[in-house]
């Protein structure tokens, strides 16, 4: 198996692997579309699977997963791609600015960010997801706090 694909198994599954409260997905729907997305202490990666994709793996560092997602007509999902951006905000509502990296492995592509946080913070994130051609803004907020392991 490849890196990515490591990757983005790790990222998909953590809800399964973790408690719900660090890692656990969710989502968004706008019609046909759908923003997944979940977050997780970088440290949830193997030091290989960081490496292979350029990905500090560090205690205070976090990681932002995101995949838009294309309901087809027989309620498939499958990835599209497109543009994500966004930024996290601290308690006291400091800005981090996210840089999101595309990440592609045949078909599927997702977006991840790393940004830095304090254990235990409330971080809430505030991004915005377009799929390729299509001219509207996906808009989602969450809120999240991470505890190292």
């Known amino acids: 198996m490849k890196p990515v694909n490591l990757l983005i198994l790790l990222c ?3 809800a399964g692997l973790a408690s719900p409260a660090l890692a656990e997905e969710k989502h968004v729907r706008f019609g046909n579309y ?16 960081a490496a292979a994709n350029d990905l500090n793996r560090s205690r205070g560092i976090g990681i932002v997963n995101i995949a838009i997602m294309d309901r087809g007509d027989d309620g498939s999902l499958t990835t599209v791609p497109g543009q994500v951006e966004g930024r996290a905000l601290n308690e006291i509502q400091q800005p981090t600015f996210l840089a999101f990296r595309r990440i592609q492995e045949g078909d599927a592509v997702y ?4 940004y830095q946080y304090s254990e ?11 799929p390729s051609g299509h001219d509207q803004d996906l808009p989602i907020r969450f809120s999240q706090a991470l505890f190292n392991d």
């Open 111 to 114: 977006f991840i960010a790393e």
């Open 34 to 49: 759908e923003v997944h997305y979940n977050v997780f202490p970088s440290t949830f990666l193997t030091p290989e699977v």
């Open 120 to 130: 235990g913070e409330l971080m809430t994130f505030q991004i915005t997801a377009r």
């Open 12 to 14: 998909l599954t953590l």
